[in-house]
């Protein structure tokens, strides 16, 4: 039953990222990516992460890619413009595109080998929950956590200096 | 664009939530006067509702005097109209919506009209055809419901004028008092 | 396979009390509410056999007349899309159910019962992850229907609903910061004590909460994604029939479930201010145990739902009293008084929770 639902998530996050690379269309490849995100989040419910697939849904499905449409629609991309036919039959880009793919498969699958994902890995009864998670977070991981924080703020005072930058 | 009233606000009216609650005090206020006023003419009980608006179609308002609805004829008691067909309506008529035909008759009166038109889809309801008559022949009734699809049935004849004097008696009242102020 | 049925029968209580009693006499209960308000008398047409009942057929006048309408996509429109985006809408109103609990837990025939579908660990968070995706809908609906005025007003929508959404997500942690749970069953548990109630202890929360949902929703005065005066519509301009029938019903759930989250967070949840449910049960020591639990469960439902259709009542009349704020007040609302006033609040929950351990 669980190998079921995960094949199914799954083959549909596959199907639908593959449709997202291909689509010319701006608004269907980020609802692709959107399904993508959810098939993820089924993901994560599978493995006891709830408050991770929460998180998933929440921040990337409901903030993110609700930016990404804004300025999608707010530049009014429809798909049909030049600057996205630019993109057929370039040679270059093709093959710079390749070669990413493949590597980034390369050391997929030698990762993959190296950690023998086979064994498994016994959870404890509490895992995933919001308590763990944040305990976690907030103790063996404070540093990565304190900087990630750290460059989101710069971030933003970058966009917000950017943006004030008056026009006239 | 915003445009600059110079309104300057209070600290209490700033933080917006005090007036909030007062614009809602006032709105439930009407909302639980007119809910409780509902249940007694739900139980037909009371007809007179707290509510003032009323079921249109199926009630209707009654006019005070000084409302102008269509302007009729006045039938006299002895059966025909007052009007001696002098034009001065036809005349003074605003919206040019009369059409007089005067004929001579053996009554008192002598002149009658033979044909006497109002074109309600022209009337504008001024009254003015009613102060200016010096029979008090033409008055402005309450009846304001003469909507039409067709313009040709908004022609309204003389027959279709003629309103007998008793229902016209409170307009009647209405404008010898108003009128008689100015001495005509 | 209890269980199974057990849950089979809170999913269809809940589905059948939002989409059979909410949705359509929520129709209803708006024309009549703000008629009183206005003092007019509201619809009152439609009749069956000359019975009008206060105008309570209009809801079946309205789906009849809704399913009997050409269902129109505009020239150029992503037919796809357009006819995706009212259920996008629909679905997220109804899923947030799930984990609002509508009564606390029972022992009947042995079995402890839980009145709420999916008791989650992440309860809040999960009501933010659906709702946030009740964007999409309005998003999808603007732009699919190729009309500017609705591009305009799905533009207005997401922009909206972003700011809205982060303010919300703030506004909240003051209450689980107080109750130390995302769980919503917890939250209301902790209410037993008629001073423990959210209200009593987040207050600003309670009004930030509810100007966020609001703004959430898209009702006046937080309307300008529908605009009627400005944008025609807005986002579901181009809609008819039935299809424009779910975006109103989406609202109108969303209508629901907003009163719910504000009963279960800051209103006490099921409980009835200082009658706990241990005097009750004493009270009906003379039941046995079922009887007095099947009982005990009763007056918490319709004590929930009351506190729920009080604060429907609320939401209408703050929509039929406030006008439509302006685009930047809207904007400066949510950036620069809710966002800060929000952090604020749990920057003194958190100094007082604090003191007091
Ligand atoms: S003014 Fe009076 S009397 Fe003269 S024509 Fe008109 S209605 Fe007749
Ligand atoms: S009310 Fe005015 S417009 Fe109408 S018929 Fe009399 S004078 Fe003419």
Same mark, same amino acid.
């Given at each position: 039953m669980e190998l079921l639902i995960f094949f199914i998530f799954g083959g549909v996050a596959v199907l639908a990222a593959f449709l997202m690379i291909i689509s010319w269309n701006p608004v269907a490849a980020v609802l692709n990516m959107i399904l993508v995100m959810f098939c993820l989040a089924g993901l994560f419910v599978l493995l006891n992460a709830h408050f991770i697939a929460a998180i998933q849904i929440l921040v990337y499905a409901g903030a993110i890619m609700v930016l990404f449409m804004f300025i999608i629609m707010l530049l009014n991309l429809r798909g049909n413009e030049p600057i996205w036919k630019s993109?057929?039959?370039?040679v270059l880009l093709s093959f710079l595109g390749f070669l990413l793919a493949v590597g980034a498969f390369i050391k997929l699958f030698s990762t993959l080998k190296a950690s023998g994902l086979n064994q498994g890995t016994q959870i404890g009864e509490d895992f995933g929950t919001t308590a763990l998670v944040g305990k976690i977070l907030f103790t063996d991981y404070l540093l990565p956590f304190e900087i990630a924080s750290i460059l989101l703020l710069v971030a933003i005072i970058g966009a917000v200096m950017l943006a004030k930058t008056k026009i006239d | 664009m915003i445009v600059n009233r110079n309104i300057t606000m209070t600290w209490w009216e700033r933080i917006y939530l005090p007036e909030i609650f007062r614009g809602i005090s006032v709105t439930s206020n009407h909302f639980f006067r007119n809910l409780i006023g509902f249940i007694p003419a739900l139980l037909n009980k009371d007809k007179k509702r707290k509510i003032f608006t009323l079921y249109y179609p199926d009630e209707k308002v009654e006019f005070p005097p000084a409302y102008r609805g269509r302007p009729v004829l006045v039938v006299d008691e002895n059966g025909t109209e007052r009007c001696v067909a002098c034009g001065l309506c036809e005349i003074v008529c605003p919206a040019k919506c009369i059409e007089i035909q005067p004929d001579e008759t053996e009554l008192e009166k002598e002149r009658y009209p033979k044909s006497f038109s109002i074109n309600m889809a022209r009337c504008i309801f001024c009254g003015f055809c009613e102060e200016v008559c010096p029979k008090e022949a033409i008055v402005m009734s309450d009846e304001c419901e003469i909507a039409d699809l067709d313009r040709n049935k908004m022609f309204y004849k003389k027959d279709q004028l003629l309103i007998s004097k008793n229902k016209l008696q409170k307009r009647l009242n209405y404008i010898k008092e108003i009128y008689g102020k100015w001495n005509y | 396979m209890e269980d199974f049925l057990i849950t089979t029968a809170k999913v269809l209580f809940i589905f059948g009390l939002n989409m059979g009693v909410f949705a359509p006499l929520l129709t209803w209960v708006e024309r009549k509410q703000s008629a009183l308000m206005q003092d007019r008398i509201g619809a009152n047409r439609a009749d069956i056999l000359g019975f009008s009942m206060i105008g309570l057929f209009h809801p079946i006048a309205d789906a009849i007349k809704m399913l009997a309408k050409e269902d129109f996509i505009p020239e150029g429109a992503n037919k796809i899309m357009h006819t995706l985006s009212p259920i996008i809408c629909v679905v997220p109103a109804l899923l947030t159910f799930a984990v609002i609990p509508f009564g606390g837990e029972y022992v009947i025939g042995g079995k402890h019962i839980k009145l709420v579908i999916a008791d989650l660990d992440v309860g809040l968070i999960f009501i933010f992850a659906i709702s946030s995706l009740a964007t999409y809908g309005t998003v999808i609906a603007g732009w699919s229907s190729n009309n500017n005025w609705s591009l305009l007003g799905s533009l207005r929508a997401s922009a909206q609903m972003i700011s809205y959404e982060v303010a919300m997500g703030f506004t909240l942690v003051g209450v689980f910061m107080v109750y130390g749970s995302l769980q919503l069953t917890q939250i209301g548990a902790a209410?037993?004590? $008629?001073?423990?109630w959210g209200i009593f202890l987040q207050p600003l929360g309670f009004f930030m909460f509810l100007a966020c949902a609001i703004a959430e929703n898209k009702r006046a005065p937080f309307d300008v994604a529908e605009g009627e005066s400005e944008i025609i519509a807005g986002y579901f301009l181009e809609y008819s029939g039935l299809k424009f029938g779910m975006f109103y019903m989406a609202e109108f759930l969303e209508i629901v479930t907003i009163s719910a989250m504000v009963t279960t967070l800051? $209103?006490?949840?099921?409980h009835i201010p200082f009658i706990s449910s241990a005097l009750i049960l004493s009270m009906l020591s003379f039941l046995n145990e079922t009887l007095a639990n099947i009982i005990l469960m009763l007056i918490h439902i319709s004590v929930f739902w009351v506190k729920v259709i009080f604060f429907i009542w609320f939401q209408m009349t703050i929509r039929w009293t406030l006008p439509r704020f302006r685009y930047d007040q809207i904007m400066k609302l949510g950036w620069k008084i809710l966002l800060p006033l929000s952090l604020a609040n749990i920057l003194v929950t958190g100094i007082v929770i604090l003191i007091l351990q």
């Open positions: 993109r057929d039959k370039n | - | 209410q037993e004590s $008629f001073f423990r800051f $209103f006490g949840a099921w």
